[in-house]
């Protein structure tokens, strides 16, 4: 059964530094790994969607890789804001073992505070 | 974006009653559909996977008759909580995939007295 785990669960820094999210799931044979951000009591709002056979993407300051055969991604976010504080959730698309569609497996996130 | 909506956003009920909760793909037909729950600071714990004509799959250790899903049309996915308990409340969250990316509902806040 696929894994995913998160590292760190919380992290407070000061605005402007460059952080890094990290994020490790057990099974490679993955459809796609998406990052989502979530505020408290809110929905999901997705960041970054990296396909299995991509190895990053990028959105504005935030960098998310891929590296499949090490079971790992991570979401650089550059020149941190107060307004990036929230929880960022990995979550990993993998094929069940019985078949039919794909499922997520959510990591139990980062929780980030950017303070000024 | 795609855009996937839920209702109620919020409600209050008392210990006994039902409560049914609507997951909507605005924009785009969903054949799967999936509900979650999450406990505070907790991350989303997958409950069920809701597929459309068909009955839903459940996650190891969710009732069944607990927690009925009903996934009636290619944009519409229903989740009733039967006789509802404290324990019970917590937020739920359906999410609805297109493309292969996953498109998140704003959440429902359940709140059982």
């Known amino acids: 059964k696929q894994e995913v785990t998160q590292i760190p669960a919380a992290l407070s820094v000061p605005e402007g530094e460059n952080l890094v999210l990290n994020c490790s799931f057990t099974?490679?044979?993955?459809?796609?790994l998406q990052w989502f951000r979530q505020d408290p009591g809110k929905g999901l709002t997705s960041l970054l969607l990296i396909q299995s056979s991509q190895r990053e993407q990028t959105s504005g300051r935030l960098n998310a890789s891929l590296d499949k055969s090490s079971g790992r991604s991570t979401l650089y976010i550059a020149a941190s804001q107060p307004g990036d504080s929230a929880t960022y959730l990995c979550?990993?698309?993998?094929?069940?073992?019985?078949?039919?569609?794909?499922?997520?497996?959510f990591g139990r996130g980062t929780s980030l505070i950017v303070h000024p | 974006g795609a855009v996937v909506s839920q209702h109620p956003s919020r409600v209050i009920c008392k210990s006994g009653t039902s409560v049914k909760i609507e997951c909507r793909s605005l924009d785009f037909q969903a054949t799967t559909m999936f509900w979650y729950r999450q406990f505070p600071k907790q991350s989303l714990m997958l409950m069920a996977t809701?597929?459309?004509?068909?009955?839903?799959?459940?996650e190891q250790g969710v009732e069944k008759d607990k927690f009925l899903i009903n996934h009636a049309s290619l944009t519409l996915s229903t989740l009733t909580v039967t006789s509802a308990h404290p324990e019970d409340s917590s937020f739920y969250i359906c999410?609805?995939?297109?493309?292969?990316?996953?498109?998140f509902g704003p959440g429902t806040r359940l709140t059982v007295t």
């Open positions: 999410s609805a995939p297109r493309a292969g990316e996953q498109y």
């Open positions: 809701s597929n459309e004509g068909s009955k839903a799959t459940y």
């Open positions: 979550a990993v698309m993998g094929w069940p073992p019985s078949g039919g569609s794909y499922i997520p497996t």
């Open positions: 099974d490679s044979a993955i459809y796609n």
